[in-house]
């Protein structure tokens, strides 16, 4: 048996009309309620947070970095110190000079006394014949001086180092005997500079040089000759 619905009356229509319209007025109320319990709710349990944290930009951090400093300059070379050394004196040789010189004259020996001369006691008491006198030995002969020769090696001055550095200087004259082979043999101080040291280095180069041999009558002969060196600091 099939039932039937009860007959919709106009008095349930106007009730159920009613209620739609009290349910549409307190529809907005309620949605603020359900809104405000959400929210409290999100509070309460950090939802809020999150949701605002996800929200938020991302904050980069931006570091600045400071330009490199700038190579610094090389340091100006300091100028190297040079110490110079003293100038080295230039010995200053002159030319001979041409001064005239008298030959020297040979020296003669006396003759020696003879016997018979030393004892006449002996001779008067045994008459005897006369004896000769002895022959008079040839005087040696002294090499005479001359004005000049000529160098085959001329002296070459070397200036004593004390002597530069106390600053002195001077010419000393030497007197010097050539040999027949031009050597000088013998050197003697005809007038000196005031310095022991000067005059030294003035004998000892002299004793280095090497002379052309005086020629008379087409040989070789021993003259002496009157040198003189300089020793001047330039």
Do not use: C, W
């Not at 100038?87 to 003759?111: F, G, M, Y």
């Not at 200036?159 to 050539?178: A, F, K, M």
């Amino acid at each position: 048996m099939t039932m039937m619905p009860p007959p919709v009356t106009v008095q349930a229509v106007q009730q159920f009309a009613d209620f739609d319209k009290k349910r549409n007025k307190f529809a907005p109320l309620m949605a603020i309620v359900v809104l405000h319990i959400a929210g409290f709710y999100a509070i309460q349990s950090g939802l809020l947070s999150r949701v605002v944290t996800a929200a938020m930009p991302t904050i980069t951090t931006i570091s600045i970095i400071a330009p490199p400093a700038p190579p610094k300059p090389p340091a100006p070379s300091v100028p190297k110190t040079v110490e110079l050394s003293a100038p080295v004196p230039r010995a200053v040789i002159p030319p001979l000079p041409l001064i005239a010189v008298a030959p020297s004259e040979p020296t003669i020996t006396p003759p020696q006394p003879t016997r018979a001369e030393a004892a006449p006691a002996v001779a008067t008491a045994a008459p005897t014949a006369p004896s000769a006198p002895s022959p008079t030995p040839p005087a040696p002969s002294t090499p005479r001086t001359v004005s000049s020769v000529e160098y085959i090696k001329a002296p070459q001055l070397i200036y004593p180092n004390l002597s530069r550095r106390l600053g002195e200087s001077g010419t000393v004259v030497l007197r010097i005997l050539i040999n027949e082979k031009g050597l000088p043999e013998q050197i003697l101080i005809q007038k000196s500079t005031g310095y022991n040291n000067l005059d030294e280095a003035g004998r000892q180069a002299a004793q280095r040089a090497l002379f052309k041999p005086m020629i008379e009558n087409g040989k070789p002969v021993p003259v002496y000759v009157l040198v003189p060196l300089t020793f001047q600091l330039s």
